[in-house]
């Protein structure tokens, strides 16, 4: 049965239960305008969850901002890790080489905890002076006086002694070689024997080939702001008939009661033959340079605080008393000096020696001064006084090739030990190094294809019982040798006894593989006084490596200072004796 009446009501009246009843406290959502009808994206869906003030424009920006800050930071963090690592692990590997490097070889390199020598290149006096900057020129007392076949011109200025004092000239290194044959030039420094005159007089004769020469040659004398001095204004160009040479005497006034003091003494005088007087006492220079290519010098006596020659292609040969640094250079021609350094504790830092030739022998006589250290604070805990007066006091550094090297060290009798570094370098040259009985610390002789030597007097004995800081467990070293024992074999060559590695049934010297040799030195009972407590004994010499090309060890007192926490250990001196192809021979006097 069909009921048409609930059909046409259902159709007229809409059903109640298909009405969905929309609450009136709901809004209708904003939905931000897209390109297509969508969904909102993220940051307009959180917006309209998270009611802010901010635009969305500004919440954008915000966003914007913060990702730069943690890509910023990101780059930071990047950065200072790659910096840790290229920096800081260099650090930790070089710590690491050098803590396995002091358990292992205490004979560090010289660069390692040493300052630095000074500078190889000095340079020689000011830029070149005008002739309109003089104070006066060829004012001449003899002109053109006929002397032989030259003629001859004679002057003389006073330059006062309140300051310093220099010699120069335009000639430089780079004249060709036909104007230095036909120029040549001598100049004599010395003490003035009248004590009357108070002024510097500096005399100059000139000889000349023609009257034409000697007018376009200037010999002014020049004032400055420091000092005075005379400045040489030769030609450019020279004739084949020309000649052309200067004889020029310096006499310093002197004190009738103490040293008179030169700031500064300058003598840049290129192909002059350089002779200094003596001149220690009466005079003391702060600083003295003296240029003298392809000519000699010579100096009898001098005392500064520093003292630099360069010589090229001529000897260097003198006595040198200095208290800073004394550097000798030349090349192709000997270097004889007998050079006193002292160190007497007010710059805080240490004596420098810079010997350098080529080619051509080397000889050294040093003699070492450290000034006893004065504590006038009655006991001052200063750690800068403290680190230098442990040194290094001396650095001292003489090297040639080709040629024979010979150093002699001694201490003076009132000079306390001091901390030494000496290397002595050659190259296709016999090298020798001597050092006197007040010598105490590590020495290292080697050579690359040759002998290395170490000699000590006559009557040198070994006492295997010997028990110093720092030995290992080798008390049982006096047990009975074999043939595959380590010795050193004893032979005498010019009163002394060679030590090198051969099998040998000598019981002179006899220990174990992996023990040291030690020896007492046959000298008298010495006292040495210093940072360390006074101690009086026989020294004693003790090997910590002997090869047939090279040789380390100690010399010294006992107790030798032992690496592990013992500051007196970081205190020793060093010398090294290096050589290429001929032989390193260190010589222990008594």
């Not at 005075?228 to 004739?239: M, N, S, V």
Request: aromatic residues 8%.
């Amino acid at each position: 049965m069909i009921l048409l009446d609930a059909i046409d009501k259902s159709d007229d009246q809409p059903s109640q239960k298909l009405i969905a009843e929309v609450p009136a406290s709901l809004h209708p959502v904003n939905r931000a305008q897209t390109p297509t009808p969508s969904l909102p994206d993220y940051e307009a869906s959180q917006a309209q969850l998270r009611p802010t003030r901010l635009s969305y424009d500004e919440i954008k920006e915000k966003r914007t901002r913060r990702r730069k800050y943690l890509k910023y930071s990101f780059y930071a963090l990047t950065a200072y890790f790659v910096l840790s690592v290229v920096i800081g692990i260099p650090i930790i590997v070089t710590k690491y080489k050098r803590k396995i490097a002091l358990k292992s070889n205490p004979y560090s390199s010289w660069e390692d905890n040493s300052p630095p020598l000074p500078p190889n290149s000095i340079t020689l006096g000011d830029a070149p002076l005008r002739i309109s900057a003089a104070k006066q020129c060829n004012t001449w007392n003899v002109k053109d006086r006929p002397d032989g076949t030259m003629l001859l011109s004679e002057l003389e200025y006073h330059i006062p002694s309140n300051g310093s004092i220099f010699l120069n000239t335009n000639i430089t290194y780079a004249t060709n070689t036909t104007y230095l044959n036909q120029f040549a030039g001598t100049l004599l420094v010395n003490v003035n024997q009248d004590s009357t005159v108070s002024d510097n007089v500096v005399h100059v004769s000139m000889h000349h080939s023609s009257r034409e020469l000697g007018n376009s040659t200037n010999v002014c004398l020049m004032e400055t702001g420091q000092g005075g001095g005379l400045y040489l204004f030769a030609p450019k160009t020279l004739g084949i008939a020309d000649a052309l040479v200067f004889n020029i005497t310096l006499l310093l006034a002197q004190n009738n009661t103490s040293p008179r003091y030169i700031p500064q003494l300058l003598c840049h005088l290129p192909h002059f033959q350089h002779t200094y007087g003596q001149l220690d006492p009466q005079i003391a220079f702060g600083d003295v340079i003296l240029g003298g290519a392809s000519s000699g010098v010579y100096v009898e006596s001098l005392q500064a605080e520093s003292a630099v020659v360069k010589a090229s292609s001529a000897e260097i040969r003198g006595r040198f008393k200095v208290t800073q640094q004394l550097s000798l250079e030349t090349v192709s021609a000997p270097i004889n000096v007998d050079a006193h350094l002292y160190n007497t504790g007010d710059k805080r830092a240490p004596t420098f020696m810079h010997l350098t030739t080529g080619n051509s022998i080397l000889n050294a006589n040093v003699t070492l001064y450290l000034a006893p250290y004065n504590d006038t604070d009655g006991g001052s805990d200063d750690k800068d006084e403290y680190r230098y007066y442990r040194g290094p006091h001396f650095l001292t550094h003489a090297e040639t090739f080709n040629a024979p090297l010979n150093i002699a060290v001694a201490h003076d009798p009132e000079s306390i030990t001091p901390n030494l570094r000496l290397r002595a370098n050659n190259n296709l040259g016999n090298t020798r190094v001597s050092l006197d009985s007040r010598y105490e610390g590590l020495f290292d002789v080697a050579t690359m294809f040759a002998q290395a030597d170490v000699f000590t007097w006559d009557g040198a004995t070994l006492d295997n019982h010997y028990d110093g800081d720092g030995d290992d467990d080798d008390d049982d070293s006096d047990d009975d040798s074999d043939e595959d024992d380590v010795t050193t074999s004893s032979s005498v060559s010019a009163s002394a006894t060679s030590t090198s590695t051969s099998p040998s049934s000598s019981d002179s010297a006899v220990s174990k593989p992996g023990s040291k040799v030690r020896m007492f030195l046959p000298s008298p009972a010495v006292t040495t006084t210093g940072e360390r407590a006074t101690t009086t004994g026989g020294r004693c010499l003790e090997y910590d490596s002997i090869a047939s090309s090279e040789i380390r060890g100690w010399v010294g007192i006992p107790p030798r200072p032992s690496a592990y926490g013992n500051r007196d250990f970081l205190n020793m001196s060093l010398v090294e004796v290096l050589s290429s192809i001929a032989g390193a021979q260190l010589v222990l006097e008594p």
